[in-house]
Structure formats: C-alpha cells, structure tokens
C-alpha cells in the first residue's frame, strides 16, 4: 500500500509541475495526466472484481500512438512551412507566369497564407504559387 501513495504523489506532483509549463491546448490531454488518470482507475476498481491488466495496457499503447501521430504532425507543418518560406524567398526578383498563362509579371513580394504562397506582381495582380505557375528570371 506504501508504494502505491507514494506513487501516486510523485504522478501528480509530475503532472502538476508538466501543466504548467505545458503549452499545449487546453482540450489536449499529457501523457503525465493520462498516467495519473491510470493510476487512479488501478486504486479505485473493485477489488472482488479488478479489471483486465491488457485493456490498461491497450489504452496505454493506444494514448502512445495518439502522441507520436501529433508529434509527427507538429514536425510535418514545421516542414510545411519552412518549404513555403524557401519557396517564398526564391520567388522575389522573379519572372512569374500562372498556370494557365493568363498572368504575367515580376514577383514584388510574397505573403503565405492557409491557402499557400501567394505572390504579389509589381502590377499589384496576386497569383498563388502552385503546381504548373513557372518562375524564371534572375
């Protein structure tokens, strides 16, 4: 019994110090938390009737897959961008001519939006940078 109080302060002593200088959204749950939750569902159940260990060790497994899939998308977006802003550099100075040929002109500034890198021409004509627009020039 000793060994499960003191486990159970030392999580949420964790779990306590990992919120706070937590900077994630306040509907997102950390994986301290979830052990803490863990924990508290192993001191609580029935002891005539305890649950199954694998059902703890599938939503442990299954709150790991969860956070290795957000941290890959978080690393994703950050490739995402760093591209846009390459890209976005590349094209200033530069010739732009859109996809479908209709617009023309030399790249004065670049913006990246949700919608991606959208290029402003020196006429003040805009053109999202996409599959098929051509950029030449110096």
Do not use: H, R
């Amino acid at each position: 019994m000793t060994s499960v109080s003191s486990a159970t302060s030392s999580t949420s002593t964790t779990s306590s110090t990992s919120s706070t200088s937590s900077t994630a959204s306040a509907t997102s749950i950390d994986y301290d938390a979830f052990l803490q939750l863990l924990v508290a569902q192993l001191q609580n159940q029935d002891p005539t009737d305890p649950m199954d260990s694998t059902a703890y060790l599938s939503q442990l497994a299954s709150f790991s897959q969860v956070e290795q899939q957000v941290s890959t998308n978080s690393k994703l977006d950050a490739l995402l961008t760093s591209t846009a802003l390459q890209t976005a550099d590349s094209a200033i100075g530069k010739t732009l001519t859109s996809a479908d040929g209709t617009i023309s002109g030399t790249v004065s500034s670049v913006q990246i939006t949700s919608d991606g890198v959208v290029a402003t021409l020196t006429d003040g004509q805009t053109v999202t940078i996409e599959d098929g627009v051509e950029l030449s020039g110096s």
